[in-house]
């Protein structure tokens, strides 16, 4: 049973940044995608980024192209997300998640919260204006 734990939230003033940590336990074996996705009040889960762990190809929403990075670090099984240039659209509480099968048949960006097996309890991030 693999579980992930992220950290690192917080409360900034516009334009201050934050990095967000994603853990996963066990740290054996290696899942096929990691994304990070967000949810504010009254809304529904937003998808921020992904990685696929074996090649490192990352893709990011819209919302948060140019000023989030997405990263990870293989040995200790912790995903990284870099804020940058946070705005107060961007409060929400960010929850990691992971997928540990491979499709053997069809093609997904994993863009929806559905195609993820195990989730994080989530990271107050909250951007003052």
């Known amino acids: 049973q693999v579980q992930l734990v992220e950290s690192g939230g917080g409360l900034v003033q516009a334009g201050e940044s934050l990095r967000l940590s994603c853990a996963a336990s066990?740290?054996?074996?290696?899942?096929?995608?990691m994304g990070w996705f967000r949810q504010a009040s009254g809304k529904e889960r937003e998808f921020v980024a992904n990685i696929r762990w074996s090649s490192s190809v990352t893709i990011y929403g819209d919302s948060v192209k140019g000023r989030f990075t997405i990263s990870k670090d293989n040995a200790k099984r912790t995903m990284y997300l870099q804020m940058n240039s946070l705005r107060p659209e961007d409060t929400a509480v960010y929850y990691c998640?992971?997928?540990?099968?491979?499709?053997?048949?069809?093609?997904?960006?994993?863009?929806?919260?559905?195609?993820?097996?195990?989730w994080g309890q989530g990271t107050q991030v909250t951007v003052s204006s």
């Open positions: 066990p740290r054996t074996g290696s899942p096929y995608i």
């Open positions: 998640a992971s997928v540990i099968t491979r499709p053997i048949y069809g093609v997904s960006f994993y863009l929806q919260p559905r195609e993820y097996d195990y």
